[in-house]
């Protein structure tokens, strides 16, 4: 059984219809050339050379055996898997088959000449000048027609190289961004359910506001999980949701101003891109100030940019591994969807304040195409 299943692994594939369409426009178009060239030598040809509907038919059997014996050529290449094999290591048996197949139509072409046309005796088809040339003449003819063959497989045999190696980085890319997402939403949850369980016993009533305001984040999480990007409106929703959630937990510490242009909420954003750029804001800013602080959100549309700006009262920290990893991943999302047009800044402001800018282009991601 394994045998044969490595004998069907080893098969190649069917025959293209683009061989076929070569190999007929290729020796119709020496035939033809052949043809023309009889028509217009005719007149300048000596008494007694060749001509006729028998020299005419001669040259329809010559192509029709060099198509039957360059296919037989194909097929042995193929059975003996030479085009998976490197050149310097099978040019000699390359060879040898060109050789073979000249000798091979030389052999028709005698046979045919003087069986057939009966134009010129037979002892002069067979001067062994007038064979060695014929022979030479198709093998140039066979080794342009093994040349052109295996330039053609090989430019075919890198695009679909290359399109293979493009599917694979698609598909780790979409690898990579599942992962990256699947990192954000626990780390989202992880502060609502501390929230949430530092509430139930203090305040039950707003324990159950949080737990309908905890669904619906839920449930807008869930949606976007299976779409690369969503309005900004919607994001915006349930960033509004978010903070409300932990308005409850920081009371009269965190106030919150928005400023969102009209034409931004349809732009469609990352899922969570917002809500994580807030969410850095109230866990590096405003948690760590006894005093609490103020939270702006701003979202304008300069030309083909969408900028997000989110500014916290606190300090940015000199130490890179402080950023946390939300931001590291949402900065890694935006690289992989828009590339080098989008990124995520971070920078300190006068009078204590931590700005963060994201910037993405106003047209679908690379993903969503």
Known sequence: ??????????????????????????????????????????????????????????????????????????????????????????????????SIAAALQTTINLTISILWVHAIPAREHLRPAAVFVSWLVYLFLFAIWTTIYLAVHEFRSRRIAEVNALRMELVAQEAQLRGLRAQLNPHFLFNCLNSLRELIVENPRRAQTMVTQLSGLLRYSLQSDHTEQVLLEDEIAAVKDYLA??????EERLHVRWNIAPEAGSVPVPPML????????????????????????QALVHGRQLELEVVNSGELSEQPSEEGIGLRNARARLQLLYGDQAN??????????????????????????
Not at 279 to 296: D, F, M, Q, T, Y
Not at 351 to 357: P, W, Y
């Open 274 to 297: 917002l809500q994580t750029l807030v969410e850095n804001a109230l866990k590096h800013g405003i948690a760590r100030r006894p005093e609490g602080g103020e939270v702006s959100i």
């Open 1 to 98: 059984m394994s045998t044969n299943n490595q004998r069907s692994a080893e098969k190649p594939p069917p025959i293209s219809r683009a061989y076929w369409y070569c190999q007929l426009v290729g020796w119709s178009a020496l035939l033809s050339f052949q043809m023309f060239a009889l028509v217009a030598l005719e007149p300048l040809e000596p008494q007694g050379a060749p001509s006729g509907p028998r020299l005419h038919l001669s040259l329809v059997l010559l192509a029709a055996s060099g198509f039957v014996l360059s296919h037989l050529f194909y097929l042995q290449m193929r059975r003996l898997h030479w085009l998976q094999t490197p050149l310097r290591r099978v040019w000699p048996r390359l060879f040898a088959s060109i």
């Open 245 to 250: 959630l932990e308005g409850i937990r920081f």
């Open 344 to 369: 995520i800044v971070l920078e300190s402001v006068d009078h204590g304040q931590v700005r963060a800018i994201g910037t993405i282009p106003v047209k679908p991601s690379k993903a969503a195409q």
